[in-house]
C-alpha cells in the first residue's frame, strides 16, 4: 500500500478544494484562492457559519462588537458612521480570533448624498457612460463612510409600472438593462475593488422579481423556462460577465418555487453555465421568508433549503447562524456546502483589499462636490423626454416675461429624490422652483401659486390662487406628479393616474387659455393621456434627483435641450398592463382602423371575421412607446444601406445609415436598432432592441452612422431549448423610436 506523508496528502487534499472552485475563480487570481483556502483550513465550523451572517446595525454597539469578536458577523447592514465604522473594524483585526473584516453594506442605489436620477430615468438617457460616471460618484461618496458593498444595481426588467420598483429598474428591456447594469457595475466596482473607493456591486433580484402577479411587490410570477432564458436571465448573465461581486436572490417564487429555495438559477445557471464566482445573498429575511411562502415549515428548514440550494449568505433573519451547526451535524447541510460559501464571501473580503485595510480614512471631503452636483445635473437633464411640443412652445422664448410656476411638485425638495435614497438630504436638493428664480429670476418674474400641498392632496381650495397666477402670465409651467413614497419597494398602485387633485388642476390651468407647460416628476409611467391633450407641452422626469431644479429650469429655457426616450411603454390606461414594444406576434394582430367601443352600431350581430388582439376602449397602441421622445430640433434618417442581403450566422452585419439635423438647435438623438426574426421554431417577439447610439448633431449637419450587428445576436432559446440563431428572413429598423424608422430586409443562410 503506498503511504503519503503529511505534506503530500495535504497537497493532494488543495488540490481536490482546487478542483472545486469555480473555473473563473481559478483563472482570476491564483494568490487569493490560496489565501481563501489557507484562512478556511483554520476555521472552526462556528466561524464558517458566522461569515454567512449578515446583521442589520440595530444601534447597539456593544452587542455588535462583542458578536464581532466572537466571529459571528460576516457582514453589517445600514451603518453609516466612519468612525464607528473604524472601531468595528479595529474590533474584528485586533481581537477576534482569525482578525477577519466585517463588510460594511448599504443600499446606494441611484447616488449616496449627490442623488441622480432614479434608475428608470438613467435609462431614458440611452448613455451607459453616464450612468457609470453616477454609479463611480456614489461609490466614491458611500465609501468615504465605509461603504464597500451596495445593493445595486437592480436589473430586474418590468414590463408592469403598478409595480412600485419598476423605478429602481432600467426598463422593460432585457438589452437595456443589460447594458446600464454592467455600466452601473463598472461605476460601482471601479478598475480594481481593491481600491478604496470601489464598493462591491450587487446584481438583484435574482430573478423575475419585475413581473410579479398584477404588479403586486413580493408576488408571485409564472415565467417558463424560455422566457426566463431569452429575456430575464440576459441582465443577470450580462452582470456575472462583468465581474459583478454579488448576487441577491429575489422575494418572489417562480412557479411555485422562491428563489431562495431555487437550485435550478443558483446552482446550474448561475455556477455550472454562467460560471460565477461571486457571492450570493438572500434578500432581506427571504429564507425565513420560505415559511410564509409554505415551501418551509419552520427555519430550520429555511436554513437547510437555502444554503443546499447556493446561497451563500443570510440577510438579516439570523436562521443559518442558529441552526447550521446542527444542520451540519445531522448531515443535513454538507461542509463542503458550507466551505463553498465560505470561500465566496473570503474571495469578496480579499478582493476588497479588506485584510490589507478596512480602515475608512476620516475626513473626507467628497460629497457634494461641484463635479458632483454638475453630474447628477446632466443626468437629469439627459433623462428629461420631452413628450409633446405643440407649436415649439418650447424652449421658453425670450419674450416669456411672466411664468406661473404651478403644482405640488415644483417645490418638493424630498419628494423630487425619488425612492431608494436613504442618505440623500432634502436641504441640498435644488427644486425647480428655487432654480428658475436663481438661474433665471433677473431676466423673469416667477409667480408661485402650488395650487395644492403635494400629489395626493384633493383640496383644491387654493385652485383660484393658481388659476389667478396663471392669468397674469406668458406662460403657465405645472409640476405634477408623484410624491417619492409612491414608488419603489412595496408601494405598487393598481390606479397610475395622477393622484389627488392634480388632473383637476391641470384642467382648471389650461382653461386659461395660457400655454401650458406639463413637467411631470414620477417614479413610473402614469397614464396620463387626458393631461398631455390639455398641455401644449409635456416634459416627463423619472424622479430627477438633487440637481433636478437647474436640470429642469435650462431645459425650458433651451440652455440644455431635451434627449431622453422613454425606457419603459407609457400605457393609456392600466387595463393594457403588461404593454411592452417585444411582445410576441398573435395570430391575430390589429390591422387597418382601430373599431373603438363608442363605433360598435347598436345591436351589432357577433362575428368572428377581422377580429384582432386589442382592447375595445384603449385600440391598437399604448400612450407612447418604448424608445419615444422628441427634441426641441428635428432628426431626419435616410439612405439605409447594409453590408449584404445574405449572411451566415458567424458575419456580422453592418447597418448604414444616414442622420441629419434638420431643426434649430443642437441636439441628440438616440439612434435605435430593431430587429424582427420572421419564422421560428417559437413564436418571436414583433421587434427586440439590438443596438442604441446617443449621436449630437448641430443644425444643418449630418453625419454617417454605423452599427454593426454579428449575426449571434440574432440567437435565442429555441424549441429545443438550445441558444441558436435560426436561419431564416429578417427585417431591421433604425428609428428615431420603437413606432418608427427605415427598415430593410435580410437573410440568414446556414
Ligand atoms: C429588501 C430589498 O428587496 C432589497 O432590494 C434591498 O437591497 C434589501 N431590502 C436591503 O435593504
Request: charged share 25%.
Amino acid at each position: 500500500m503506498i503511504k503519503f506523508g503529511k505534506p503530500l496528502s495535504m497537497c493532494l487534499c488543495l488540490l481536490a478544494v482546487w478542483a472545486c472552485v469555480p473555473k473563473a475563480a481559478k483563472e482570476g487570481d491564483k494568490e487569493t484562492e490560496n489565501r481563501v483556502e489557507a484562512l478556511l483550513a483554520k476555521m472552526t465550523l462556528q466561524e464558517k457559519i458566522g461569515q454567512m451572517n449578515q446583521m442589520n446595525y440595530s444601534g447597539n454597539v456593544e452587542e455588535i462588537a462583542g458578536l464581532i469578536k466572537e466571529g459571528k458577523i460576516g457582514s453589517l447592514l445600514n451603518l453609516t458612521d466612519p468612525e464607528l465604522v473604524n472601531k468595528l473594524h479595529e474590533i474584528a483585526l485586533k481581537e477576534s480570533r482569525l482578525k477577519i473584516p466585517v463588510l460594511i453594506s448599504r443600499d446606494v442605489i441611484h447616488g449616496y448624498k449627490t442623488i441622480f436620477p432614479i434608475p428608470l430615468g438613467q435609462a431614458a438617457t440611452f448613455n451607459p457612460e453616464i450612468v457609470e460616471q453616477g454609479a463611480r460618484i456614489a461609490a466614491v461618496e458611500a465609501s468615504s463612510d465605509g461603504i464597500r458593498w451596495t445593493f445595486a444595481p437592480m436589473v430586474d426588467l418590468s414590463r408592469d409600472p403598478r409595480w412600485g420598483r419598476i423605478a429602481e429598474s432600467f426598463g422593460e428591456d432585457p438589452l437595456m438593462n443589460a447594458v446600464m447594469g454592467e455600466a452601473m457595475i463598472r461605476g460601482f466596482q471601479g478598475e480594481k475593488l481593491s481600491d478604496p473607493s470601489a464598493i462591491a456591486a450587487c446584481a438583484k433580484h435574482f430573478v423575475g422579481y419585475g413581473a410579479a402577479e398584477a404588479g403586486k411587490d413580493y408576488n408571485s410570477t409564472f415565467i417558463p423556462e424560455r422566457l426566463l432564458r431569452n429575456v430575464y436571465f440576459p441582465p443577470f448573465e450580462a452582470a456575472a460577465k462583468a465581474k459583478c461581486a454579488t448576487f441577491m436572490v429575489s422575494f418572489n417564487d417562480n412557479d411555485g418555487v422562491p428563489s431562495t429555495g431555487n437550485s435550478f438559477i443558483l446552482k446550474d445557471i448561475l455556477r455550472d453555465e454562467w460560471k460565477y464566482d461571486g457571492m450570493v445573498v438572500t434578500d432581506w429575511a427571504s429564507a425565513t421568508e420560505m415559511i410564509a411562502h409554505g415551501f418551509c415549515k419552520d427555519r430550520k428548514q429555511a436554513a437547510a433549503i437555502a444554503v443546499n440550494a447556493g446561497v451563500n449568505m443570510e440577510m438579516v433573519s439570523g436562521a443559518f447562524i442558529e441552526s447550521l451547526e446542527a444542520l451540519v451535524d445531522e448531515k443535513k447541510v454538507s461542509i463542503t456546502t458550507i466551505d463553498d460559501a465560505v470561500r465566496n464571501i473570503l474571495r469578496l473580503k480579499f478582493r476588497l483589499g479588506l485584510f490589507e485595510n478596512p480602515y475608512v480614512a476620516t475626513p473626507q471631503a467628497v460629497k457634494y462636490t461641484e463635479v458632483h452636483l454638475e453630474k447628477a445635473k446632466e443626468t437629469a437633464e439627459q433623462s428629461a423626454i420631452l413628450l409633446k411640443n405643440a407649436d415649439n412652445v418650447l424652449p421658453l422664448s425670450e419674450k416669456v416675461r411672466t411664468i406661473a410656476v404651478v403644482g405640488p411638485m415644483a417645490d418638493a425638495p424630498h419628494d423630487q429624490l425619488g425612492t431608494w435614497c436613504f442618505d440623500g438630504e432634502k436641504n441640498q436638493t435644488q427644486t425647480p422652483l428655487n432654480a428658475l428664480r436663481k438661474l433665471y429670476g433677473d431676466k423673469i418674474r416667477v409667480i408661485y401659486e402650488p395650487g395644492l400641498m403635494y400629489s395626493r392632496d384633493n383640496n383644491k381650495a387654493a385652485f383660484h390662487k393658481a388659476i389667478a397666477a396663471a392669468r397674469q402670465a406668458d406662460v403657465v409651467v405645472a409640476f405634477v406628479g408623484e410624491e417619492s413614497i409612491l414608488s419603489g419597494e412595496a408601494h405598487s398602485l393598481a390606479d397610475l393616474s395622477l393622484r389627488g387633485a392634480q388632473s383637476d388642476l391641470i384642467t382648471a390651468l389650461a382653461q386659461t387659455g395660457k400655454p401650458l407647460v406639463t413637467v411631470v416628476m414620477a417614479g413610473r409611467p402614469l397614464t396620463i393621456g387626458k393631461e398631455v391633450d390639455e398641455s401644449a407641452a409635456v416634459l416627463y422626469m423619472f424622479h430627477p434627483g438633487t440637481m433636478g431644479g437647474p436640470a429642469i429650469a435650462d431645459l425650458l429655457f433651451g440652455k440644455a435641450v431635451p434627449s431622453g426616450k422613454t425606457p419603459v411603454t407609457f400605457p393609456k390606461m392600466v387595463g393594457q398592463v403588461p404593454v411592452y414594444y417585444a411582445h410576441n406576434r398573435t395570430g391575430r394582430a390589429p390591422t387597418g382602423e382601430e373599431t373603438l367601443i363608442d363605433n360598435i352600431p347598436l345591436e351589432a350581430g357577433q362575428t368572428s371575421l377581422g377580429c384582432t388582439s386589442f382592447h375595445m376602449d384603449a385600440g391598437f397602441g399604448p400612450l407612447f412607446p418604448f424608445g419615444y421622445g422628441l427634441s426641441y430640433t428635428a432628426f431626419a434618417y435616410s439612405n439605409l444601406k447594409l453590408s449584404a442581403a445574405k449572411l451566415n450566422t458567424r458575419d456580422t452585419l453592418t447597418v448604414r445609415f444616414e442622420l441629419a439635423n434638420t431643426g434649430k438647435y443642437t441636439g441628440v438623438e438616440i439612434v435605435q436598432l430593431y430587429v424582427r426574426d420572421h419564422v421560428g421554431s417559437v413564436t418571436r417577439p414583433v421587434k427586440e432592441l439590438k443596438g442604441f447610439q446617443r449621436v449630437s448633431l448641430e443644425p444643418g449637419e449630418h453625419k454617417t452612422l454605423i452599427f454593426t450587428l454579428p449575426i449571434e445576436n440574432l440567437a435565442f432559446w429555441n424549441r429545443d431549448m438550445k441558444k441558436v440563431v435560426e436561419p431564416g428572413d429578417f427585417t431591421l429598423w433604425v428609428g428615431t423610436n420603437s413606432e418608427e424608422g427605415l427598415s430593410a430586409d435580410f437573410e440568414v443562410i446556414e
